[in-house]
């Protein structure tokens, strides 16, 4: 998993807190039968109190592989958003929405160039043939 999901239930939080990441990781572990592996990005919430108590009780079974802050060579995903933010990283927005739309264009731009979206994990050097 890589950044926070966001829920759009009407009255629910918008986003997934550490309760939730425990009960999706417990789930997770159910479904698959074994042990869990998660490579995680730096993002504040799974560093709780709470959810790190439940990574140390969780260690026979669960391991979590935490990512640097910023990590374009272990992280393809980076490769994508520096595209994105190269092309409007300029942009003077009025608005939240004016920079909605400049960067969803700039993903569908970058959706139809493969040749773009295959350098990224190619960059990273993570990939292996076959």
Known sequence: MTGA??????GEPKGFGWRDF???????RAQLGGP?????DNVRLRL??????????SSGWLTV???????????????IWSL?????GNLAAADLGQI??????RLKQIQYRPDLVDGCPAGTGLITDG
């Open 5 to 10: 999901m966001v829920l759009c239930r009407k």
């Open 22 to 28: 425990h009960d999706l990781i417990i789930r997770a």
């Open 36 to 40: 869990v592996v998660l490579v995680w």
């Open 48 to 57: 709780t109190r709470p959810l790190r108590e439940f990574i140390e009780a």
């Open 65 to 79: 592989f935490q990512l640097p802050t910023y990590a374009p060579d272990l992280n393809p995903q980076e490769g």
């Open 84 to 88: 994105v933010k190269r092309d409007i």
């Open 100 to 105: 909605t739309r400049a960067v969803k264009h």
